[in-house]
């Protein structure tokens, strides 16, 4: 009598699975029919099998750029009660498993949102189909929380999440790509809290450095939140979020991450960040990150009458550092070839043995932004446009240094 109870409790959950349907993705530019379903983690030979029968290839087919294809990966609607009741099955340990698959996509980048508040549930085929089979979930983006600026919410479809740091009118973050998912990234703006760096006059008003490189980094960092990072904002102001306007106003309110106020002296200053990000830096090492930048910003002060086009910095045999700021030096002169044809373009890329070089872990790319006392180099920084189009430079850059990197 208590195995026909058995079976007749399990008949209505089976009754009652939600609809399902499959992924659906396009196919970018290097993927291969293998490289997709890995991205996926879903690369076993049952996976594979339904791919092609999916999609009506064969083995010997290619992948067409930008076409959609489907994956091996169900996905149901999640009915906010339980995995099991979603999927109408009794098993707990697949219910656990299907947990752990979505909780590794979401931190790998290729969900939006938790299944909890988007209440798409994937479920990889051959969980179902092909129970031997087990998925490789290892790897730097598994199951392992490495930081980073935090969001609030994930309630809108699309969105990545809600930071508030970088202000009421940007703070919703939406995802782009997953080109930078398990990249972390330290933005670091420089100066901050009692010392406002080079000091430049804009008729009667006065630019501050650190107030436009932190304008500067927050817009880089919010881009590349958008394809999938992690990223750490530094130095941060409670108050600033991505600014509008000209005169962006001075103030000493900064701290340093961790909500550490930012001491006086240049060294104690500079040792304070440079703690900070190796720490976090050996963090994430530890838990399994392989891609790990570091991006300085300043912007430099030289006589009036001297223009001076972004250049970089890094640090002394240090290839890696090397390839980095060349990277994104190299990305700005093309920039300038195609938006300012006929300008020309002098930004350099050196070495030099500065502090944030000298004594930190991660490969670093160190920019100038420009003569913040130069009338024209002050349009590079005063119009809104222009900030934003330096940051989206710079992600340009390091998007191309990731393919670099693969």
């Known amino acids: 009598m208590k195995q026909l109870l058995a079976v007749v409790w399990m008949l209505p959950l089976l009754a009652f699975a939600q609809e399902r349907s499959y992924l659906e993705v ?13 991205q996926y983690r879903v690369n076993t030979p ?52 299907i947990q752990a698959y979505n909780e590794y996509m979401l931190k790998a980048g290729y969900m939006v949102g938790d299944y909890r508040i988007e209440l798409d549930l994937w479920v990889p085929s051959n969980y179902l189909s092909c129970p031997t089979e087990k998925l490789d979930l290892s790897g730097p983006t598994a199951i392992v929380e490495i930081g980073g600026e935090e969001s609030t919410t994930t309630a809108k479809p699309g969105l990545r999440g809600t930071y508030d740091i970088f202000g009421e009118k940007h703070k919703n973050v939406y995802l782009q790509g997953n080109e930078l998912a398990g990249c972390v990234f330290y933005i670091v703006s420089g100066h901050g809290g009692p010392d406002p760096g080079a000091v430049g006059k804009y008729y009667s008003k006065s630019l501050c450095e650190d107030e436009y490189a932190y304008d500067v980094a927050l817009r880089l960092a919010k881009g590349l939140l958008e394809h999938g990072a992690t990223a750490y904002v530094v130095i941060r102001d409670p108050d600033d979020g991505i600014r509008s306007g000209e005169i962006l106003a001075c103030d000493k309110d900064e701290v340093c991450w961790g909500n550490k106020a930012i001491p006086i002296g240049q060294k104690a200053r500079l040792g304070q960040r440079a703690e900070t990000v190796n720490k ?10 392989t891609y790990q930048r570091m991006v300085v910003i300043h912007v430099d002060s030289e006589a009036r009458n001297e223009r001076v086009d972004m250049f970089f910095y890094h640090r002394l045999s240090d290839p890696t550092s090397k390839v980095f700021a060349t990277t994104l030096q190299q990305m700005i002169k093309e920039k300038y070839e195609v938006y300012r044809k006929g300008r020309g373009y002098d930004g350099t890329v050196s070495v030099r043995d500065l502090w944030m070089l000298r004594e930190t872990l991660m490969p670093t790319a160190f920019i100038e932004l420009g003569n913040i006392r130069n009338r024209n180099d002050q349009a590079r920084l005063v119009i809104e446009g222009n900030r934003q189009l330096v940051a989206n430079w710079l992600l340009e850059g390091i998007l191309r240094d990731k393919k670099k990197y693969r």
């Open 26 to 38: 396009k196919a970018r530019s290097g993927d291969g029919v293998y490289s997709l379903l890995r």
């Open 46 to 97: 049952c996976n594979l099998s339904l791919f092609y029968k999916l999609n009506k290839l064969t083995s010997k087919s290619g992948l067409k750029l930008n076409k959609t294809y489907k994956l091996p990966i169900y996905v149901y609607e999640y009915d906010e009660k339980s995995i099991r009741t979603t999927i109408g099955v009794q098993d707990r340990p697949l219910a656990e498993r």
């Open 280 to 289: 976090l830096y050996l963090k994430n090492k530890k838990n399994g990150v």
